[in-house]
């Protein structure tokens, strides 16, 4: 079974800057979760997917960041603009329900804003 | 405010010991407490989790052991190998597949 795929694994950008991050998920997965994970702390959930639909984007901070789901498969993280402190690992995980089931994690990519 | 706290921070055991690594919970409505392991350069990946309807499961050197009056959790391993050295994270969860992670432990095993 193919694991959950990210693209980019390393990105550098100037403050200011935009930055989009890639995910596929498992096949047949329908939660796809986006974290951000800086240096030293543990994932933090950025925005939650049930299928295309949002269930939860309360951490997402709206002004800058942007996610979509299109067709309930791949998703797309944006940052516009970057600030330094969005420097993190920005982990994508799907799992295969809702309720109470392994979240499976991509390799992450790592932003550096400079 | 910190759903979920972890400690210690960091950890560092000689080969063939016992690792403890504690989490503390606030919000009864989690159900699922998985512990994920994650090497540098590698997203985390699932280790060992527990429902709360049991008080603790093994698989292999590794055990959960859960007090769900305390609102408390706690990896062991057991016979600890260099291997095993990576940052743990212990997480909950609620109906909603929300997940919370802990700050994360550091785990060293000297050989």
């Known amino acids: 079974e193919a694991g959950v795929a990210q693209s980019p694994r390393y990105k550098i950008i100037e403050k200011r800057q935009s930055v989009a991050f890639w995910c596929n998920p498992i096949s047949g997965h329908a939660t796809l979760y986006w974290y951000q994970q800086i240096l030293g702390q543990g994932p933090k959930l950025l925005i939650q997917?049930?299928?295309?639909?949002?269930?939860?984007d309360s951490q997402l901070p709206k002004d800058r960041f942007s996610a979509e789901r299109l067709k309930g498969v791949d998703s797309t993280l944006k940052i516009q603009p970057a600030k330094l402190e969005d420097s993190a690992v920005y982990l994508c995980?799907?799992?295969?329900?809702?309720?109470?089931?392994?979240?499976?994690f991509g390799q992450g990519t790592r932003l550096t804003v400079v | 405010q910190q759903q979920v706290k972890q400690s210690p921070q960091s950890l560092i055991v000689q080969k063939g010991g016992i690792s403890i690594i504690n989490c503390a919970y606030e919000?009864?409505?989690?159900?699922?407490f998985p512990w994920y392991q994650q090497f540098p350069g590698k997203g985390p990946a699932l280790l060992i989790a527990?429902?709360?309807?049991?008080s603790e499961k093994k698989e292999g050197r590794f055990t959960i052991s859960f007090n769900k009056s305390a609102k408390q959790f706690s990896l062991h391993i057991m016979d600890s190998q260099p291997g095993d050295s990576a940052t743990y994270f212990c997480?909950?969860?609620?109906?909603?597949?929300?997940?919370?992670f802990g700050s994360g432990t550091k785990l060293n095993v000297k050989p």
């Open positions: 997480a909950a969860s609620n109906s909603f597949n929300k997940f919370y």
């Open positions: 995980a799907s799992s295969l329900q809702v309720s109470n089931t392994e979240a499976f």
């Open positions: 919000n009864t409505a989690f159900d699922y």
């Open positions: 527990i429902r709360p309807d049991v």
């Open positions: 997917f049930q299928n295309n639909g949002v269930v939860d």
